[in-house]
């Protein structure tokens, strides 16, 4: 579709969403989708709906959980569930900050790269106290299921906050995307100048990503997702993790 001149974001607040609930059914009666937008949604919210929820009650914290507790003042609970979840996203903690531990992971399904994120995804706000919330088992597939829910027409980004090297204050991020190329290359067009691109690469899904972030918000806004309408940007078939970059190819390398 060809771009306008006038991108629309528009938010999509629902109730307080549940363990069980059909999120498909309650974006479509809040937000009346239409084909061709892109819709973007909290990885929480969907780990939410999915019944992904994690009781710190039942978590045993072991000696290296109570030494990121020393660390980072986070709960030995929830420190263990950070590296429960290392475990199971193939990952490694790399440094910590008070309230967090810096990790890096490599989920099944990322093809290219790694992602650095805070407590492996994990977080303690906006899910019932006692409890930590995280990213959907099998984002890939939740991606995928809500796209054909919502009547195929659309785009999904599944997304996080996250923090920037050096940078104050919280942005986003895409982990997933379904009927939207997440990055757009322009390496060999021309700049205002006539001058070739060497490197850029527009990180479209990200991007968008950190535009609806700024509607979702992070505390009580209750707006799990946000329609990107009128964005000029063509739907396609891709489906999956958003690539990264190997560590080694990596402007930052070295700092880590």
């Not at 899904?205 to 918000?217: E, K, P, S, V, W």
Request: aromatic share 4%.
């Amino acid at each position: 579709m060809p771009y306008s001149g006038l991108v629309l974001l528009i938010p999509i607040q629902t109730p307080l969403l549940r363990s069980g609930d059909d999120l498909a059914t309650i974006l479509q009666k809040h937000g009346a989708i239409q084909a061709g937008d892109i819709v973007v949604i909290s990885s929480k919210a969907v780990a939410t709906t999915e019944g992904a929820a994690i009781d710190l009650s039942k978590m045993k914290a072991t000696e290296e959980a109570e030494e990121w507790n020393k660390k980072t003042g986070r709960s030995p609970e929830f420190c263990e569930t950070v590296l429960n979840e290392l475990k199971r996203l193939h990952g490694k903690a790399v440094g910590h900050c008070p309230g967090a531990i810096l990790t890096e992971v490599k989920p099944e399904g990322l093809a290219v790269g790694t992602i650095l994120t805070a407590n492996a995804g994990l977080d303690e706000s906006n899910v019932e106290k006692g409890k930590a919330i995280g990213w959907p088992r099998d984002p890939m597939t939740s991606a995928k299921k809500l796209r054909d829910a919502l009547g195929g027409k659309i785009g999904i980004l599944i997304t996080d906050s996250c923090c920037r090297p050096r940078r104050l204050g919280v942005t986003a991020f895409a982990l997933v995307t379904a009927g939207v190329d997440p990055l757009v290359s322009l390496k060999g067009r021309e700049d205002l100048y006539g001058e070739k691109m060497r490197i850029t690469t527009e990180a479209v899904a990200d991007q968008l990503a950190t535009a609806a972030n700024m509607l979702m918000g992070n505390e009580a806004q209750a707006v799990p997702a946000v329609i990107v309408r009128d964005h000029g940007i063509e739907l396609s078939d891709v489906a999956g993790w958003v690539p990264g970059i190997e560590p080694a190819e990596d402007l930052f390398r070295g700092i880590l």
